[in-house]
């Protein structure tokens, strides 16, 4: 049987209903139903094609005889007419109210059947008009809320995460770079300087035909509006919604266009007064001494050389320590992607990952690694179906059967424990310490001050047990700001108690964020770039952690998983006492 959704799609749909069935007034045992029954897909160690294929799907606990026949058909044909209909009973931009934090269903639906509003912009204009407090269980501070969480909302919209754009921008890349007419190509903007999210896809290419080449670009399948059309430059937005400009320049003036058009501003505006001091003028066109005669540069590191400086990858142009880096000599030698032996902080069907152990490890030893550290969630993780001290004991013995057998990696035992609100841990120090790394993670109560939250999280990075803490700041991004938390004193406690800091590489983390980690680095902490993979494709989401690592200036010397097995358990050893 070929199922067109997979489970993750199906989830959300489940999830969606809840929703839509809370906006409706139901019965909210109704939407409790779709609810758990979602939650009960994500944390089943099985795949949904396994579940329907055994006849195991009916009787999961949580799904009953109709909420069975409800995931078959979606999974099958890919609809759902009930949820076609739930639908369509509302506008389609009541679900952008949505997504504004802690505005949940039941207020949406408040505000929808009592003031009628469908919108973000007639949200906005009734919170600027006070007339939201007025509401029973609004009030002011709410109001103002949601009006910061419109700007919000607002921000995110016009950005899509790296993955998104990257995938995006790869096959117009690809027409634009192989068309006849074009001498060189190459992507530009925030996309070449790999940042974590990405506000439109800029191409630059050289041409003695431009007006070829934009026609080109204008006529490929992917474009949906041309919002732009000159003889030089064209804008367009694509069937995603995401926009994109190509620029076409006469090939003696690609160096100089490629270097403005990658950015960033602050960055260009550092190179145009470091050319100033040598008598010149930079611009995205040329570099020219002050008589008029044009620098000749053949490519980006010529334009570097002329103004006495080494060449500065693009990750590192972000207007903050390259240009004195580059004075000096000292641009660091940046991790490479093929760098990392091995990985930590991945997920088996024991928890919420989808995968088996062995499916895990085929997939690590299929990327070249050496060792894999399988990190499942503990017991205070239930929504994850975390692991208690007896099922990891099992696990254990499953790791060790494999190790015994060699397979393509050594897998290393893990997990990836629950800090609790006072900072204590879900498994007793004497168990994290049999293992060979523990990741401690936040994944409630992140309405904590500032204050507390810090503490929570220096009381867990001293436990003996603890290797790193997962994901740090707890962002999402495009979905929510990272919690309070005093990031600095967390990293002087990493140095203190010798523990490392992790790079969490999945696209909607990325966390530590690269900012952050040019401070930890300057005080000598190692970094774990991991993928807290849930499947096997996601360990691939390593390339977006070693991004972060570029930016922040890392060399692979301080990536502590870019050391052979042997050198890497004995950097592990160290983070524990004795």
């Not at 509006?225 to 995401?242: D, F, M, P, R, W």
């Not at 145009?272 to 066109?285: H, K």
């Not at 401690?440 to 999280?457: D, K, N």
Request: aromatic share 6%; hydrophobic share 40%; net charge negative.
């Amino acid at each position: 049987m070929d199922l067109i959704l997979e489970k993750k799609s199906v989830i959300q749909i489940l999830e969606e209903i809840a929703v839509l069935l809370d906006l409706a007034g139901e019965n909210p045992f109704k939407s409790r139903a779709y609810s758990n029954a979602a939650r009960v897909l994500e944390t089943t160690g099985e795949s949904l094609e396994e579940l329907i294929r055994s006849g195991q799907l009916g009787e999961t606990k949580g799904i009953g005889k109709a909420l069975e026949e409800k995931i078959l058909t979606l999974a099958v044909t890919g609809t759902l007419e009930y949820y076609e209909k739930l639908r369509g009973q509302f506008p389609p931009t009541l679900f952008d109210l949505l997504k504004i934090p802690n505005l949940g269903p039941k207020k949406v639906k408040t505000l929808y059947s009592t003031l009628g509003i469908q919108s973000l912009d007639e949200l906005e204009k009734a919170c600027q008009a006070r007339i939201i407090r007025a509401l029973s269980g609004f009030g002011e501070k709410t109001e103002q809320r949601i009006l910061e969480g419109i700007e919000r909302v607002r921000t995110y919209a016009a950005r899509v995460l790296l993955p998104a754009a990257e995938s995006a921008a790869q096959p117009l890349f690809e027409s634009v770079s192989s068309h006849p007419a074009t001498l060189r190509a190459s992507l530009c903007g925030s996309l070449r300087r790999r940042r974590e999210t990405i506000k439109d896809i800029d191409l630059l290419a050289s041409s003695r035909e431009p007006g070829e080449l934009i026609e080109a670009f204008t006529g490929l399948p992917q474009v949906k509006t041309i919002t732009g059309q000159g003889s030089t430059k064209a804008s367009v937005v694509l069937e995603n919604g995401i926009a994109s400009d190509l620029r076409v320049v006469a090939d003696d003036e690609f160096p100089f266009a490629l270097n403005y058009f990658t950015g960033s501003k602050e960055h260009n505006t550092l190179m145009r007064s470091r050319a100033r001091t040598f008598g010149y003028r930079l611009n995205e066109y040329a570099l020219t001494r002050e008589n008029g005669e044009i620098l000749s540069c053949q490519n980006e590191e010529a334009i570097y050389w002329a103004l006495e400086l080494d060449y500065i990858p693009p990750e590192l142009r972000e207007g903050l320590h390259e240009i004195g880096w580059a004075m000096n000599r000292a641009v660091p030698s940046l991790i490479e992607y093929g760098d990392l032996k091995g990985t930590l902080h991945c997920h088996t069907r024991a928890s919420d990952g989808e995968a088996s152990l062995e499916e895990m490890a085929a997939a690590a030893g299929a990327l070249g690694y050496q060792y894999l550290g399988i990190g499942d969630h503990s017991k205070a993780a239930f929504y994850a179906n975390g692991l208690d001290e007896k099922r990891l004991a099992q696990q254990w013995e499953e790791i060790d059967r494999y190790n015994r057998q060699g397979g393509p990696v050594k897998i290393l035992k893990g997990s990836e424990v629950d800090i609790l609100r006072d900072g204590e841990l879900d498994f007793a120090e004497e168990i994290l310490l049999e293992c060979d790394f523990a990741v401690g993670s936040v994944h409630s109560q992140f309405a904590l001050s500032e204050a507390e939250m810090t503490q929570r999280l220096i009381c867990a990075i001293e436990s003996p047990g603890i290797t790193f803490l997962g994901h740090m700041t707890g962002r999402l991004l495009l979905q929510r700001e990272p919690y309070p938390v005093d990031v600095a004193k967390v990293i002087d406690a990493t140095a203190r108690n010798g523990k490392w800091i992790e790079i969490n590489s999945n696209p909607w983390r990325l966390d530590l964020d690269w900012r952050a980690c040019l401070e930890a680095r300057d005080k000598g902490v190692l970094f774990c770039i991991n993928p807290d993979a849930h499947n096997t494709a996601g360990l691939a989401d390593n390339r977006y952690g070693i991004d972060v690592a570029r930016k922040a200036g890392l060399g692979r010397e301080a990536i502590a998983n870019t050391r052979e097995l042997n050198d890497f358990c004995q950097l592990l050893k160290k983070t524990r006492p004795g």
